[in-house]
């Protein structure tokens, strides 16, 4: 009999994952790994209850995961000892009490993507899982002008894949900021390897909405720099999301550029404390 729900904060390089989502051939995933380690503390705990289906290749900082546990271990043991049951490109940054049956899935009220880009000339290993290395030129004033265009609540239907089979695609985003890559200006001069500080030959953007469909941000930041490369013309987004069509949207980016940093969920009433606060 279950004690109490765990609420979990889960990050991992998704490099090695074929995505969050356990399947049925036994590939890899986050799900099974962090279930695995959940049932070597407690035989009798459920399933991990994941808040985002992240696709393979894609990382997490602030991944949330419940299950139900028939153990009665403080937040503090439940970081500690999952942590020695998991490898090392996934880790429990932190734990809390929440009551048993809690979804993050179905609490959640927003979430916080950062998509990066290394604008370099040649390859950099230290950011080949971690960054789209775009070796074109870019316009990073067209780039931020573009991505004003996503902000606010529209129909994304253009913006998702074919796999992708809801019939609701309104979704609201409620921010979207260009950061990094100030080096770069309206010309597209393009750095070259070791030229420039780190800091602005990494482009960040971050996308903040309520939901999000399959692929959406990937299909978004692809648009996004097919304009800024010039591959298409300004108002790209507003004419995708006016036509709802796919074919009409851009390129759709690489996955190890993304990572989910942070899904905001409403915590019941009587849920505990965050461990480490």
Same mark, same amino acid.
């Given at each position: 009999?279950?004690?109490?729900?765990?609420?979990?904060?889960?990050?991992?390089?998704?490099?090695?994952?074929?995505?969050?989502?356990?399947?049925?051939d036994?590939?890899?995933?986050?799900?099974?790994?962090?279930?695995?380690?959940?049932?070597?503390?407690?035989?009798?705990?459920?399933?991990?209850?994941?808040?985002?289906?992240?696709?393979?290749?894609?990382?997490?900082?602030?991944?949330?995961?419940?299950?139900?546990?028939?153990?009665?271990?403080?937040?503090?043991?439940?970081?500690?000892?999952?942590?020695?049951?998991?490898?090392?490109?996934?880790?429990v940054?932190?734990?809390?009490? /929440?009551?048993?049956?809690?979804? +993050?899935?179905?609490?959640?009220?927003?979430?916080?993507?950062?998509?990066?880009?290394?604008?370099?000339?040649?390859?950099? +290993?230290?950011?080949?899982?971690?960054?789209?290395?775009?070796?074109?030129?870019?316009?990073?004033?067209?780039?931020?002008?573009?991505?004003?265009?996503?902000?606010?609540?529209?129909?994304f239907a253009?913006?998702?894949?074919?796999?992708?089979?809801?019939?609701?695609?309104?979704?609201?985003?409620?921010?979207?900021?260009?950061?990094?890559?100030? /080096?770069?200006?309206?010309?597209?001069?393009? +750095?070259?390897?070791?030229?420039?500080?780190?800091?602005?030959?990494?482009?960040?953007?971050?996308?903040?909405?309520?939901?999000?469909?399959?692929?959406?941000?990937?299909?978004?930041?692809?648009?996004?720099?097919?304009?800024?490369?010039?591959?298409?013309?300004?108002?790209?987004?507003a004419?995708?999301?006016?036509?709802?069509?796919?074919?009409?949207?851009?390129?759709?980016? +690489?996955?190890?550029?993304?990572t989910?940093?942070?899904?905001?969920?409403?915590?019941?009433?009587?849920?505990g404390?965050?461990?480490?606060?």
């Amino acid at each position: 009999m279950a004690k109490n729900g765990v609420l979990l904060e889960v990050a991992y390089d998704g490099t090695a994952f074929h995505g969050w989502a356990a399947q049925n051939d036994g590939v890899r995933t986050v799900e099974e790994t962090l279930r695995g380690a959940i049932a070597a503390m407690d035989p009798n705990a459920s399933a991990p209850r994941g808040a985002s289906r992240t696709d393979a290749g894609v990382h997490a900082e602030g991944q949330l995961a419940a299950f139900d546990a028939a153990l009665d271990v403080p937040p503090r043991g439940w970081v500690l000892g999952l942590n020695q049951h998991l490898p090392d490109d996934v880790a429990v940054r932190a734990a809390r009490v /929440v009551p048993a049956g809690f979804s +993050p899935r179905f609490a959640a009220r927003g979430k916080r993507y950062r998509y990066r880009m290394l604008l370099d000339t040649v390859r950099d +290993p230290k950011w080949r899982t971690r960054a789209w290395r775009i070796g074109d030129a870019i316009d990073r004033a067209r780039l931020v002008r573009e991505a004003e265009a996503i902000v606010g609540t529209h129909d994304f239907a253009a913006f998702r894949t074919s796999a992708d089979e809801r019939a609701v695609t309104v979704r609201t985003m409620t921010r979207v900021v260009v950061e990094g890559g100030d /080096v770069v200006g309206a010309g597209g001069d393009r +750095p070259m390897a070791g030229a420039i500080d780190e800091e602005q030959r990494i482009v960040s953007i971050v996308i903040e909405g309520t939901a999000f469909l399959h692929n959406m941000v990937r299909i978004l930041v692809g648009t996004l720099m097919d304009v800024a490369r010039g591959r298409l013309e300004e108002g790209a987004i507003a004419r995708a999301l006016a036509a709802k069509d796919r074919r009409v949207a851009g390129t759709t980016a +690489p996955a190890h550029g993304l990572t989910l940093e942070r899904v905001d969920v409403e915590l019941p009433g009587e849920s505990g404390e965050r461990w480490p606060q």
